[in-house]
């Protein structure tokens, strides 16, 4: 996994180029931070009773400054695995499909243990329209490479109940590298 | 959906112990939760919904996709699936049932707080003008 590059200490003149180019490779780091939007638009089924981490199959961005990103929409499609360490800031909901039993929640989950403060719990808005649940937004969770953020969706309709994944219901995690 | 190149595993959090089993077969919604609701037995999960039950004991049912991160999995206990088919159909029937009254009593406390904050000009459009008592009677039981 790559370090996140930093500025150098100066304590004279800076003239070797390969001082300048820390410059650049701290400044360029910041310009183009690990960033993620990932959504689903292949509906998905949900256990009953039971937290799903919900299948990422689409993406409008997932990039770094080495244009690797953090997510792969094949394989552990419910992960952003970061690459270089420090605190993200992750948002994100989920879509239920039409049913009006009980209720939906939402939450993150870092290495697979649920992020404290990160769950929305409501119950299911109508028996005409889908529930869309947003996890809270803006939670500050700390990876380091090789850890994982996933969103999971939960519901208690009383059998197994599809996502949502028609435009604006769709499932989504959002994720921005925010500081070392 | 692309099928996954690696399985679905179910995680299980009770009083502090992690319990995980590696799932070969997602694909059926029926036995699938028939899986999860074996694994929950299995291990004295409480009857009822962990998200409903809103406590601090971090009890959770999960699934998640591919082999949890190293450093779950070093603190958890990995069962065999074919362990779950020791749980006999009447600790499995039991369980439901027992998990369906904790629903149903969910069900009721929330429709119950759920009237109490209404108005009394919304639960009269509920349930129609409710007359006033007749004079000299009381509603508090005979105590005035």
């Known amino acids: ?180 | 959906m692309t099928a996954p190149r690696h399985n679905w595993w179910l995680i299980v959090r009770v009083d502090g112990a992690t319990h995980c089993w590696e799932l070969a077969d997602t694909s059926d919604p029926d036995r699938l939760q028939d899986t999860v609701d074996r694994a929950r037995v299995q291990v004295q999960f409480p009857p009822g919904d962990d998200w409903i039950a809103g406590d601090t004991r971090q009890n959770a049912v999960q699934l998640t996709q591919g082999e949890p991160h190293p450093s779950l999995m070093a603190t958890a206990a990995t069962h065999q699936l074919a362990d779950l088919d020791r749980v006999t159909a009447q600790a499995l029937a039991a369980y439901r049932a027992a998990s369906d009254n904790e629903r149903a009593a969910a069900r009721m406390t929330a429709a119950r707080e759920a009237v109490l904050r209404l108005t009394s000009e919304q639960r009269a459009q509920l349930y129609g003008d409710i007359p006033p008592p007749p004079r000299g009677t009381t509603t508090t039981g005979g105590r005035t």
């Open chain 1, 1 to 180: 996994m790559p370090n996140v590059p930093e500025a150098p200490t100066i304590r004279d003149e800076v003239t070797a180029s390969s001082k300048w180019n820390e410059f650049r490779d701290a400044i360029r780091f910041l310009m183009e931070p690990p960033i993620a939007n990932l959504r689903q638009n292949s509906v998905q089924s949900l256990a009953n009773a039971t937290l799903v981490a919900i299948q990422l199959n689409a993406f409008d961005v997932d990039s770094d400054v080495d244009g690797t990103g953090g997510h792969d929409t094949v394989t552990n499609n419910t992960r952003f695995t970061a690459r270089y360490p420090g605190w993200h800031w992750v948002s994100g909901g989920v879509g239920f499909a039409t049913n009006g039993n009980n209720w939906r929640a939402a939450e993150l989950a870092v290495n697979g243990v649920p992020v404290n403060g990160s769950g929305v719990q409501v119950s299911a808005a109508s028996t005409t329209a889908p529930t869309m649940v947003p996890a809270r937004g803006g939670n500050l969770v700390y990876l380091d490479a090789g850890h994982f953020v996933e969103i999971y969706g939960w519901q208690n309709s009383g059998g197994a109940l599809n996502t949502a994944v028609s435009g604006v219901q769709q499932p989504s995690m959002t994720i921005r590298w925010v500081s070392i």
